[in-house]
């Protein structure tokens, strides 16, 4: 950049005040929305971890029936 001084007139310096307020305003804003989508998506994660759990051990049990049942002879 050049060291000149650089004029604006005041009703455009106080435009180009709001609008980058509103820009931070706005990154605010988006920094709380990806916060709470990565709480919802650490939640979910969550979730499915348990729901493959249960069905492993769904899983388990019918495996080891169908052991006890058909392969043990009977």
Do not use: C
């Amino acid at each position: 950049m050049t060291d000149k001084p650089m004029f604006v007139k005041v009703n455009e310096y106080e435009d180009i005040k709001d609008m980058i307020n509103l820009i931070r305003s706005k990154i605010e804003e988006s920094k709380k929305v990806l916060a709470t989508i990565e709480q919802l998506k650490k939640q979910e994660e969550a979730e499915l971890a348990a729901w493959r759990g249960e069905v492993e051990e769904v899983e388990r049990k019918v495996g080891y029936i169908n052991k006890t049942l058909f392969e043990s002879g009977h």
